[in-house]
């Protein structure tokens, strides 16, 4: 070489960021640069002419040399290890892990084997956090390249699908979904590859695993990109929700029980109300029969008194003192007691429904003041009832036996809000 050549040389090995060792085919040390030095604590003169095996752990230097040989059969440019963990030894004992690529020179007369050796402790520190966090993650995580390979998997992802991590590396990500959508799930893959932003699959809706016994499960799935040394990766972290499903079902049974019992609570209330209604229809229909017939022998009881009636009067003349004049007062008070009895059975009678109706002008204070007395006999000594009555109230043209109906069952239905003699809160039992 010429001296500018050996120069240029020189620098390059001198500013190269890896340690650069030259190593001739007797296994010998011939040269070692500035990052050497750094990188495994020995000088320049302490390492040149040294085995390399000096630079190596104990544990991996018996079978070094066999690795040299196997490299200088074949010496062209490559990295060691392919994918195995390597390590440097330096002076203090101490060990690193590192990458390690080869090639070879012709320097004159010698073949130098040139090994470039670069300190990966940050990476293997960073990348063992991150296998940290992998393990550690209480979902199944699965990476998946973009021909649907399955490239990372972690603990939770073992434990979840029942599958060994050798048997899923390698293997396409569709042996992870159910049979019956297998075949659609390829054009899904390519979809998400084509548009790369984090977001949960499925829309909100739990969608299906396999495992490897063929059982599946209710899962949410949340898709996300990683780049990694060899491309691009989708990360799918999966969790199984299949408690979460039940707890739902669980809930929708518990409701819709509920609305089943409250179906049957009102329909028995509607069908009590029924019976109820069917009851007061008998006791007014037999209310009114028996009024009926005794309103007839009340209408002969009364015709009777008044043809006696008339003639004590006549017996007693202009005489207001005597025996026959108190017989006519007597029998006055008895055609006043039947009359009002039948006005009790009118009221019966339009309590039966099986009276006429009679309109006619009506004083609704005197409708009131005339049932009054019916209704305290209907409600019972338990509840009380108050009468305020409006005296400017105009008259109005109506069926009194209607009216004393109406206030009838107002009465009668505010008794049923309170069975026990107390209002129930939604309802406050006051007739006017």
Same mark, same amino acid.
């Given at each position: ?5 050996? @120069? ?41 002419? $040294? ?104 603990? $939770? ?25 297998? @075949? ?50 989708? +990360? ?40 109820? +209604? ?49 017989? @006519? ?72 036996? $209607? ?30």
């Amino acid at each position: 070489m010429s001296e500018l050549s050996d @120069a240029v040389l020189i620098g390059l090995l001198e500013a190269a960021p890896d340690s650069i060792i030259g190593v001739g085919t007797d296994g010998r040390i011939a040269l070692v640069n500035a990052q050497t030095v750094v990188l495994f604590g020995y000088t320049q003169a302490e390492l040149l002419g $040294q085995h390399i095996e000096t630079l190596i752990p104990e544990s991996s230097r018996p079978m070094h040399p066999m690795h040299r040989r196997d490299y200088l059969a074949d010496p062209r440019p490559r990295p060691m290890g392919a994918g195995e963990p390597l390590a440097g030894r330096r002076k203090d004992g101490s060990e690193f892990p590192a990458e390690i690529s080869l090639s070879t020179v012709d320097a004159g007369p010698r073949t130098l084997v040139i090994a470039a050796v670069r300190d990966v402790s940050e990476r293997v520190r960073v990348e063992a956090k991150f296998r940290g966090l992998l393990e550690a993650a209480p979902d199944a995580i699965v990476g998946v390249s973009a021909d649907g390979c399955i490239t990372l998997v972690n603990a $939770q992802t073992e434990r979840l699908f029942g599958y060994r991590r050798d048997e899923l590396m390698g293997q396409q990500i569709e042996m992870l979904v159910p049979e019956d959508v297998r @075949a659609g799930h390829p054009q899904l893959r390519n979809r998400y590859f084509a548009d790369l932003q984090p977001r949960p699959m499925g829309a909100g809706s739990p969608l299906r695993a396999r495992r490897k016994d063929g059982s599946e499960f209710p899962a949410e799935v949340s898709l996300s990109a990683l780049e990694t040394e060899d491309g691009l990766i989708v +990360s799918a972290a999966i969790r199984d929700v299949t408690e979460r499903v039940e707890a739902q079902a669980q809930r929708l049974r518990l409701e819709a029980e509920a609305q089943r019992l409250a179906a049957v609570a009102e329909r028995e209330r509607l069908e009590a109300q029924l019976h109820q +209604s069917r009851r007061l229809e008998s006791l007014g229909q037999l209310a009114g029969g028996v009024a009926h017939d005794f309103n007839n022998l009340l209408a002969v009881m009364l015709n009777y008194t008044s043809f006696v009636a008339e003639q004590v009067q006549d017996a007693a003349g202009a005489d207001t003192r005597g025996p026959w004049a108190q017989a @006519a007062a007597d029998l006055q008070q008895v055609l006043r007691a039947g009359n009002r009895a039948t006005e009790l059975t009118h009221q019966l009678l339009a309590f039966g429904r099986r009276e006429v109706i009679r309109p006619r002008v009506l004083d609704l204070n005197g409708v009131i003041r005339e049932v009054e007395q019916l209704l305290r006999r209907a409600l019972g000594e338990h509840i009380q009832l108050h009468v305020e009555l409006d005296e400017g109230m105009r008259p109005v043209l109506a069926d009194p036996g $209607q009216v004393e109906q109406v206030l009838m069952n107002l009465a009668v239905n505010a008794r049923d809000a309170m069975p026990d003699g107390e209002p129930c809160p939604y309802t406050r039992p006051t007739t006017k």
